[in-house]
C-alpha cells in the first residue's frame, strides 16, 4: 500500500495561549520541538514522546500535534493495531487505528481536541482508510474532571465524531465488559466493500451480527 502524507495546519486562539495543530509531522521535524511535560496519561512524558517519535518513523504512522510556540501541548497518533488485538487479526493494509489523544489539562475545554480530529482527516489520504479507535472508561481522567463515565463519554463522542468517527457495535470481549466502553470508526470513502465486509467480520467474530 502507498502511505501518502500530506501535511496540514490550522491556527487557533484558546484562552490558554495561540497554537497551531498540524500535521502528520515526520519525525525530524518532531525532534526539534519541546514535549510538555503534562502530557502523561498513558506514561512519562519523557517516553511518551520517544515512543511519537517510534510511531511517526512507521511507513504508515502519523502524528498530528498541538503545539504552542515550540512545545507540545497535545497529539494523536495513527498506526496500525498492535498485533495482540483482534483488529490486526484481518491483515488489512487499509485499517489504521487512532491509538491514543491528548492533550493538557490548560488546554482541555478549548475544542483543540475536535481540531486534532478535523486536522487529522483533511489528509484526502484517509478516504483510503478504515479509521478505529477502542475507547475505554478506565482510560478516562474521571477523577481529574468530576465526570462519571456516561458525561466523559459524552464528550469523547462528541471529539471523535468532530473527526467523522461514529460508534459501531461489537462483540469484542474488553469492549464489551461495560457499556461504556465503545468502538468507533471512520470507513473512507475509497474503501471497498470487500474490506468493509472484513472489517464486520473482525467486529463479530463469535456471532453473525451485522
Not at 460508534?167 to 470508526?185: G, R
Request: aromatic residues 10%.
Amino acid at each position: 500500500m502507498e502511505y501518502a502524507k500530506t501535511y496540514y495546519a490550522v491556527n487557533m486562539n484558546t484562552n490558554s495561549g495561540q497554537v497551531v495543530i498540524e500535521g502528520p509531522v515526520p519525525p525530524e521535524q518532531l525532534e526539534k520541538l519541546k514535549f510538555h511535560e503534562d502530557l502523561t496519561a498513558f506514561r512519562v512524558a519523557k517516553q511518551q514522546f520517544k515512543a511519537l517519535l517510534g510511531i511517526a518513523k512507521l511507513p504508515e504512522g502519523r502524528i498530528i500535534i498541538v503545539r504552542n510556540e515550540d512545545t507540545i501541548v497535545g497529539y494523536a497518533t495513527y498506526l496500525y493495531p498492535d498485533p495482540l488485538e483482534r483488529w490486526s487479526e484481518g491483515k488489512m493494509a487499509n485499517l489504521i487505528e487512532l491509538g491514543a489523544i491528548e492533550v493538557i489539562p490548560a488546554f482541555r475545554g478549548t475544542g483543540v481536541g475536535k481540531q486534532i480530529l478535523r486536522v487529522s482527516m483533511m489528509d484526502d489520504a484517509m478516504e483510503d482508510y478504515i479509521v478505529i479507535t477502542t475507547e475505554y472508561y478506565w482510560h478516562w481522567d474521571l477523577k481529574r474532571t468530576g465526570l462519571n463515565v456516561w458525561e466523559y463519554r459524552k464528550i469523547m463522542e462528541k471529539m471523535m465524531n468532530a473527526g467523522g468517527l461514529e460508534n459501531f457495535a461489537t462483540d469484542e470481549p474488553e469492549i464489551s465488559s461495560h457499556p461504556a466502553n465503545c468502538l468507533m470508526a471512520r470507513i473512507g470513502s475509497r474503501v471497498d466493500a470487500d474490506s468493509i465486509q472484513k472489517f464486520d467480520q473482525l467486529r463479530f467474530k463469535s456471532r453473525f451480527m451485522y
